[in-house]
């Protein structure tokens, strides 16, 4: 699931940084308010990439993917791209979660073989 997780998180790095450029762009808004609000949403994202595992981690993702969505009011396109990181986010949730679930009960049964099996 790490690895999933942390991949769609990177992605979200990126997609926030670039919508900070997109909201430049805008006379209403005070680049330093955008580069905070920006900035602090980017280093959530690599931050959460090394808690995914720890509890809360799933949970502060969700936070970040409502967040995102909720960007949307500043920025209209960011309604689409919060939705499809979202989707991203559930699948790398549920699919990381089933591929752990996998590799645990090959583990096992590798373990149960016994060191001749391999």
């Known amino acids: 699931m790490?690895?999933?997780?942390?991949s769609t998180l990177i992605g979200?790095?990126?997609?926030?940084?670039?919508a900070g450029l997109v909201a430049m762009k805008d006379d209403t808004l005070a680049m330093s308010t955008v580069w905070t609000v920006c900035g602090i949403a980017m280093l959530l994202s690599v931050l959460?990439?090394?808690?995914?595992t720890r509890p809360g981690g799933v949970q502060l993702g969700w936070a970040l993917q409502i967040a995102l969505i909720a960007s949307?009011?500043?920025?209209?396109?960011m309604f689409f791209l919060g939705a499809v990181f979202a989707g991203l986010?559930?699948?790398?949730?549920h699919y990381g979660r089933r591929i752990d679930?996998?590799?645990?009960?090959?583990?096992a049964a590798q373990a149960s073989a016994g060191p001749d099996a391999a």
């Open 48 to 52: 959460l990439c090394g808690m995914i």
């Open 2 to 6: 790490r690895t999933l997780c942390a």
């Open 101 to 107: 679930d996998v590799k645990a009960r090959w583990a």
């Open 89 to 93: 986010w559930w699948a790398s949730v």
């Open 72 to 77: 949307g009011f500043v920025l209209p396109v």
């Open 12 to 18: 979200e790095f990126f997609v926030i940084g670039f």
